[in-house]
């Protein structure tokens, strides 16, 4: 493992054990994620693409292999260590954009930080990362529920970045969005990129995957391309 | 202090379900300190009718003896004779022993009055003090007066200074009325509140008495009353049981430890209520668990740590327990306020420590049961796998 990489996955195979049999959803996956780049990764359903993801963002074990995120072997960590690498390492971005409907625009986008920091919100912070994602100001006191897709998917990749991970993991970003709204989703991403953010895409629309600078296609639990 | 600031507003956006988990609270917190300042207002009420007589020993023949006496030639009445009232004088020494004559009387309190029958009490001028204390006037020292109690002069609209005659239209003599004495409520000695207390050379003239109805040992150091009890009997039923020894305090304790077994018992059926308040905020926070699910995955996948979660979970419970239990806590102060009003005619007894630790124990209790049943829910939606959370719907 070099020091550009930022994850590494060796032979992982995930076996899930079903009373009518296992499912073998990553079968002697093999892959790495260098500082920097933007990949997506596609495959049809059932593919084993969530379970990627899932194993990428430590929320799930692989039966067997090896996974290293930002230099760290997530085999044998413990739960409160996993999540503090989810917390401090990783940024979410969903397809539903999961808001935290209770929570402001500034709360939402700095709930991260204060898990970090154990501190109240900071504003500050909040305003600079949704001025980042061309969020407009008088937004940023509104709930999610006020917002338009578009909006909350912004104020999700703001919420994403709040403690500067080393990676972006996207699940379908563009997924619930129209497609003039998904479009500028992505020219947000590819700014993000070019300026120097590691982001790792699940999508299964082959325009959306455009944007990135590599595909890896998944098929029956195996890297085919 | 995110976490709680979404417990709040949570708490806050379902106003009517929070409302009514905390009623249920409320009302257990109201269940069982009303019942604890109701019992302990009683207990003091008891004591403090009865604290006048805490510190003696009661003598009375015994109860069953036909005759009694040194060589069995006593008295065939049930009574004291001057003899064995000078041995439990002795016995009883240093504390003094004060012997007591009893009968009922008809009297009349005025002229034109209709004859009323009340009791009279023979007392030794010198004991009276010892025994009794007046609200008005003075001790009476000589035969031609009498003490009344509190009671008899209220309903007989007796004051100091009125004469009664005693006796069938008058025979028995005429007594001024020279103090009203302090209003003792139930005792186990004299019951004075609706009597008259007259000399005891007067009562002995009058009713041609030499013996006594009981002797009251009023004992100065309240440790040694069960010892003073044990020598009085120990010399007076030496071969047969010719006198009944009463320890007052003893009486005493056992109708305070009775007291506050009721309290106890229908404080803890106030518990119930609250058990099933508590239950009810169970069920209202596996409902909360059940409908964030998807919340408390999203909040795990992005670095929420279990124990975070479970704060979250924990805060509800205490916000709700502690507005609860306040609530409760005032309510309780007001509803053992009607309470005692309405029942002990008084509310003297509501603002001592021993009755208002009651609000505190109900409130802490509110507080505990809220919090034992937010644990659960709590601990579930903490150990949510976060992939499920994430994926449900």
Not at chain 1, 19 to 25: K, L, N, R, S, Y
Not at chain 1, 187 to 213: F, N
Not at chain 2, 258 to 271: K, N, R
Request: charge should be negative.
């Amino acid at each position: 493992m070099n020091d550009e990489a930022v994850m590494v996955f060796r032979d992982v195979v995930k076996v899930y054990p079903l009373p009518a049999g296992d499912v073998t959803a990553l079968d002697g996956v093999s892959f790495q994620v260098n500082r920097g780049e933007f990949i997506s990764v596609m495959g049809p359903s059932g593919s084993g693409k969530s379970t990627l993801l899932n194993m990428m963002g430590c929320l799930d074990m692989p039966t067997s292999g090896d996974i290293w995120i930002s230099g760290t072997r997530i085999k044998d960590m413990s739960d409160t260590e996993l999540t503090s690498l989810r917390r401090d390492r990783i940024g979410f971005i969903f397809q539903y954009f999961n808001l935290f409907p209770l929570l402001n625009i500034i709360e939402n986008v700095t709930f991260p930080m204060m898990l970090k920091t154990g501190k109240g919100v900071d504003p500050e912070r909040g305003k600079e990362v949704l001025r980042a994602v061309q969020l407009d100001d008088k937004l940023f006191t509104h709930t999610p529920t006020e917002l338009s897709g578009g909006q909350q998917q912004r104020v999700a990749v703001a919420r994403a970045l709040i403690n500067n991970p080393d990676i972006l993991l996207c699940d379908e970003p563009t997924g619930n969005l129209d497609s003039k709204t998904g479009a500028g989703i992505m020219d947000l991403m590819t700014d993000l990129h070019r300026k120097g953010t590691t982001i790792i895409m699940v999508t299964h629309d082959p325009h959306i995957a455009e944007y990135s600078q590599r595909t890896i296609q998944i098929a029956d639990g195996r890297i085919v391309s | 202090m995110i976490f709680w600031e979404i417990a709040k507003r949570n708490l806050r956006i379902h106003l009517l379900r929070s409302f009514l988990a905390m009623l249920g609270i409320v009302i257990g917190v109201v269940a069982i300190s009303t019942m604890g300042i109701l019992g302990n207002s009683m207990v003091l009420s008891v004591s403090d009718s009865l604290r006048t007589v805490g510190d003696s020993v009661i003598v009375t023949p015994h109860a069953g003896s036909g005759s009694h006496g040194f060589g069995g030639g006593g008295s065939s009445s049930l009574t004291i004779t001057e003899q064995e009232f000078q041995q439990i004088k002795r016995v009883s020494a240093p504390n003094t022993a004060i012997p007591v004559l009893q009968t009922s009387e008809r009297m009349k309190l005025g002229v034109g009055s209709d004859d009323i029958v009340g009791i009279v009490y023979g007392l030794n001028p010198d004991d009276v003090p010892a025994l009794l204390k007046l609200q008005e006037g003075d001790y009476n020292r000589g035969n031609s007066g009498c003490l009344v109690g509190a009671t008899f002069a209220k309903d007989n609209n007796v004051k100091v200074g009125s004469r009664i005659s005693m006796g069938k239209d008058g025979e028995k003599g005429t007594l001024r009325v020279t103090g009203i004495i302090e209003e003792r409520g139930m005792a186990f000695d004299v019951s004075t509140d609706s009597a008259v207390v007259v000399t005891q050379d007067w009562f002995n003239t009058i009713y041609d008495r030499n013996d006594y109805d009981q002797i009251v040992v009023k004992v100065k150091n309240l440790d040694e009353i069960a010892d003073v009890k044990i020598a009085i009997e120990k010399q007076m039923n030496k071969r047969d049981t010719i006198v009944d020894v009463m320890d007052t305090r003893k009486v005493m304790e056992s109708i305070f430890e009775a007291f506050s077994s009721i309290t106890l018992f229908v404080s803890a059926i106030g518990g119930i209520s609250m058990i099933v308040a508590g239950v009810s905020i169970l069920n209202i926070m596996m409902m909360s668990v059940t409908e964030r699910i998807k919340e408390i995955g999203i909040m795990r996948s992005i670095g929420a740590q279990r124990r975070e979660v479970m704060s979250m979970f924990l805060y509800e419970a205490v916000i709700l327990g502690v507005v609860g239990s306040v609530i409760g806590g005032l309510l309780s102060f007001l509803g053992g306020y009607a309470i005692s009003s309405m029942i002990l005619q008084t509310t003297k007894y509501l603002f001592v420590p021993s009755t208002m630790i009651h609000i505190v124990y109900g409130m802490a209790f509110g507080i505990i049961v809220c919090l034992i049943c937010g644990i659960y829910p709590a601990w579930r939606a903490a150990n949510l796998n976060p992939i499920d959370a994430l994926r449900h719907e």
